[in-house]
């Protein structure tokens, strides 16, 4: 009897014990899967929709995605996009005082790849406003889109498989790609290429991560020989304090680690003795140089990853969503 109490115990805890292991693995997984991002994109091609009801609709999708852990960090230009299209069910005045809009909505939404066109899925949910204008309807309706739609839900679950499969399988075409835009200097469309992979595809992220530093050492020593040379032309354009101040404009942006730093350093001094010699004047521009290594040296605690996002999300963009066909 002692012996079986204590079978019974013992496999007592080893369910409890698999039990707790499994909620630990599955809210792992979706904190990993909520690291992917999904952008609210309303399209031009949503007729009749008035401007600010657009701001509040694209407002009300990104809430949506960040309560499913899908939020887009801001940090590039996302990839995969929630979009939506609306069709006006019913819409009537009713002629109280003040006379009232009411409107009944249709809302379709779209996930998917923006940037191939491929649609992952859509789905539809229906929602109505009333306002003392029409815009004033449009933006009660949209307001009552819930984050908790049971369709929603399971459309974007979908998107989370379809996007992971989708760096599974494509890691390759990605590094290759960025690659390929760093070999025309294009390093900041690189890195935003490369900082787009979510740490959940494991593989494809670290793939990605091992890129990024030698990428970024690249961009620097590229930024600092065409910043340097358009300093150059500056200076000799005016060889004064003018044209010393809007050199060190250009010179300013170069980032101290690049290995052309060594000719800045030359050049600034060449400048800062023809300054003294003609304007009998100071040129402190290696002092405020200095003051900005000091910052450069606090960025070298974070990793390349952190300090190339940083930069890739001053840049700004230039491209735009692929929907056809997708209504």
């Keep these: 009897m002692k012996k079986y109490a204590i079978h019974l115990l013992f496999c007592s805890a080893c369910i409890l014990f698999m039990h707790f292991s499994h909620a630990q693995n599955t809210m792992g997984k979706l904190d990993d899967t909520g690291r992917i991002a999904i952008a609210a994109y309303v399209s031009d ?9 657009a701001n509040q609709l694209q407002s009300r999708l990104a809430q949506v995605v960040t309560a499913n852990g899908l939020g887009d960090s801001g940090g590039y230009f996302p990839r995969f996009i929630i979009t939506p299209n609306i069709s006006v069910l019913d819409k009537h005045v009713v002629t109280a005082a003040p006379p009232k809009v009411l409107l009944t909505l249709e809302v379709a ?3 998917g790849d923006g ?15 009333v306002g003392k204008t029409e815009t004033k309807a449009y933006i009660a309706a949209l307001r009552n889109i819930r984050a908790d739609a049971p369709q929603v839900n399971a459309l974007l679950a979908n998107a989370k498989n379809r996007i992971l499969e989708y760096y599974n399988t494509e890691c390759d075409f990605i590094l290759k790609e960025a690659e390929a835009l760093a070999g025309q200097n294009r390093y900041d469309e690189a890195l935003a ?15 990605a991560l091992d890129m990024t530093a030698p990428l970024y050492r690249q ?11 358009q300093a150059r032309n ?3 354009a005016g060889q004064d304090y003018n044209a010393a101040t809007e050199a060190a404009a250009y010179l300013n942006q170069i980032d101290p680690n690049a290995a052309c730093y060594g000719e800045v350093r ?8 023809r300054v003294e010699q003609v304007d009998n004047r100071e040129w402190n521009f290696i002092l405020k140089q200095e003051d900005n290594r000091t910052q450069v040296d606090m960025q070298g605690l974070k990793s390349y990853r952190e300090i190339s ?16 066909d997708w209504w």
């Excluded at 030359?266 to 003795?273: H, I, K, L, N, P």
């Design 45 to 53: 091609q949503v007729d009749y929709l008035p401007p600010s009801a």
């Design 109 to 111: 939404i779209f996930v």
């Design 115 to 129: 940037i191939s066109g491929k649609k992952f899925g859509q789905t539809a949910i229906t929602v109505k406003g």
């Design 193 to 207: 290429q490369l900082m787009s992979v979510p740490e959940t595809a494991r593989d494809c992220y670290n793939q």
């Design 219 to 229: 961009k620097i020593d590229y930024d600092c020989k065409v910043l340097l040379n």
């Design 234 to 236: 500056t200076w000799n």
């Design 266 to 273: 030359t050049f600034a001094g060449e400048v800062r003795r």
């Design 309 to 324: 996002l940083e930069r890739a999300r001053n840049q700004p963009q230039h491209m735009s969503y692929n929907i056809r």
